[in-house]
């Protein structure tokens, strides 16, 4: 798992189809949870990359205050 950019509004984390293979989709989810909490971030989308369909990203956008 990798952050991949981070704005005032939005954040971009990268995950590896083998990270959740090995880790498991709730750990991972959890651990982008716990440092980005749902009160504060909503889940703007998650996609594959156009060329590796084995990355992933998750893009989550703040709530803002």
Same mark, same amino acid.
């Given at each position: 798992?990798?952050?991949v950019?981070?704005?005032?509004?939005?954040?971009?984390?990268? %995950?590896?189809? !083998?990270?959740?293979? @090995? =880790?498991?989709? $709730?750990? +991972?989810?959890?651990?982008?949870?716990?440092?980005?909490?749902k009160?504060?971030?909503? %889940?703007?989308? !998650?996609?594959?990359? @156009? =060329?590796?369909? $084995?990355? +992933?990203?998750?893009?989550?956008?703040?709530?803002?205050?």
């Amino acid at each position: 798992m990798k952050l991949v950019m981070k704005t005032g509004r939005k954040i971009a984390i990268e %995950v590896t189809a !083998i990270e959740i293979e @090995n =880790k498991g989709f $709730d750990y +991972i989810w959890d651990k982008i949870r716990t440092q980005y909490p749902k009160k504060k971030f909503d %889940v703007h989308s !998650i996609s594959t990359n @156009n =060329k590796n369909e $084995d990355i +992933i990203f998750v893009e989550l956008t703040s709530k803002g205050k």
